[in-house]
């Protein structure tokens, strides 16, 4: 036990102390804090002034409704002719005018400009030019105020669901965005943590030193030691982000972000919060565990992404299908998919947070994958001994029935 110690801090503390560890713990902070930040910049460099403008009507209550939007509009009272108005925007005193006609009844406005418009001006022009031609017909047919009012009061609809099992069309589109976001966590920890396992037991065989090590310490000491280190390591970066989000929703905990997170989070069960976590784990594990296997046939670093090739090959389709399943989570596809052990962690996920599985259904494929971890870590035990001392460059297939032949013999 004391060498499995001894073995599992000297991995442990050469590991963390590295630059690329160091950049992938602040990094991904680095991206949030941006990502937080982009509202307030841009809100900071959208203050704009009011668009100043004149208008040219017969009727004043088109002029009155654009002098009362004044957080969009500034109008110019002063001019009331078309030359006044072209002399005041070739001087730049004004930013266009707006000239309304009517014929036939029909009323129509043209906004003079000496650059193009933006669609956002427009649009706004005509919501209050509109507004304002309402309370002028009112006042023709005799309509009162409150009748106006009336008329104008729009129909509130609610969504009403039924089960508890559904959600509504706004969650249905955060969770979407969520789970492209999570998963895309998850498969970047996959891939960064496969890696370094793999690299780990790769370059004790590189550089030949492995029959050594054997000989001092039994090879199920030797790989338990270096998986803890790297499970400590995960689970270092994994409580920094827990520590560093909890700090920054205490501190800007009356915010809109931060509000809406609490919102979507306390819709849903606080179990289904826990099975997220599991299943992120869970999935980690097995791909490490999967990954030291893979390391342990590998004969040197250099083709360490050669023979990790299928196992990428898997993490990526379990990340696009993670993406089909937020879109389509009861495809057929997706579902058979949600069940594979190397596919559950990222797709099991998004169904079960778009709520389209069953507890049942979501307790199998956990049960699955956990039988799929427990085998996995069986048959890396039972195959770590010969295969770290096994040095062949025939590829992963070739090198793979060599080790259960060696495997065979022991």
Same mark, same amino acid.
């Given at each position: ?54 208008? =040219? ?64 001006? =427009? ?43 559904? =959600? ?23 891939? %960064? ?22 000989? %001092? ?161 069986? =048959? ?5 001994? %010969? ?24």
């Amino acid at each position: 036990m004391n060498k499995f110690w001894v073995i599992t801090k000297q991995v442990y503390k050469r590991r963390v102390k590295t630059k690329s560890f160091l950049f992938s713990l602040l990094f991904p902070l680095l991206i949030a804090a941006v990502f937080f930040a982009i509202p307030k910049i841009a809100d900071y460099f959208d203050q704009s002034e009011a668009t100043k403008i004149a208008v =040219l009507s017969d009727e004043p209550a088109y002029a009155q409704i654009l002098q009362q939007d004044k957080d969009n509009f500034t109008v110019n009272t002063k001019i009331d002719t078309e030359d006044a108005a072209k002399k005041a925007l070739k001087d730049g005193k004004i930013d266009g005018y707006v000239t309304l006609s009517e014929q036939n009844g029909t009323i129509s406005a043209v906004y003079t400009t000496q650059e193009t418009a933006g669609q956002d001006v =427009l649009t706004q022009i005509s919501t209050d030019l509109t507004s304002a031609k309402i309370s002028v017909k009112a006042a023709e047919y005799n309509i009162s105020a409150e009748q106006l009012q009336d008329i104008n009061q729009p129909i509130s609809v609610k969504n009403q669901v039924e089960s508890d099992n559904e =959600l509504t069309n706004h969650q249905k589109e955060v969770m979407s965005a969520a789970i492209l976001v999570l998963t895309l966590i998850i498969f970047i920890f996959v891939m %960064s943590y496969a890696n370094i396992v793999a690299s780990e037991i790769a370059n004790e065989k590189g550089t030949r030193i492995m029959e050594i090590i054997l000989s %001092s310490v039994s090879a199920k000491t030797h790989l338990l030691a270096k998986l803890t280190a790297i499970i400590l390591m995960l689970l270092t970066q994994i409580g920094f982000y827990v520590i560093c989000g909890v700090v920054s929703m205490i501190v800007a905990k009356n915010t809109d972000t931060v509000q809406n997170l609490l919102d979507q989070a306390g819709s849903f069960p606080v179990y289904y919060l826990v099975l997220n976590l599991v299943f992120i784990l869970l999935g980690l594990l097995l791909y490490i565990l999967l990954s030291a296997l893979i390391g342990s046939m590998v004969p040197n670093v250099e083709t360490v992404a050669q023979f990790m090739y299928p196992m990428t090959i898997l993490a990526i389709v379990g990340y696009w299908g993670s993406i089909a399943a937020a879109n389509a989570p009861d495809n057929i596809l997706v579902i058979i998919g949600s069940y594979i052990p190397t596919f559950s962690p990222m797709m099991m996920l998004a169904r079960m947070d778009l709520l389209s599985v069953s507890t049942t259904g979501i307790f199998i494929s956990l049960g699955i994958l956990v039988i799929s971890i427990i085998l996995s870590f069986w =048959l890396t035990l039972k195959l770590y001994r %010969s295969n770290v001392l096994l040095y062949s460059n025939e590829g992963l297939i070739k090198t793979w029935k060599k080790s259960l032949a060696y495997a065979k013999k022991q």
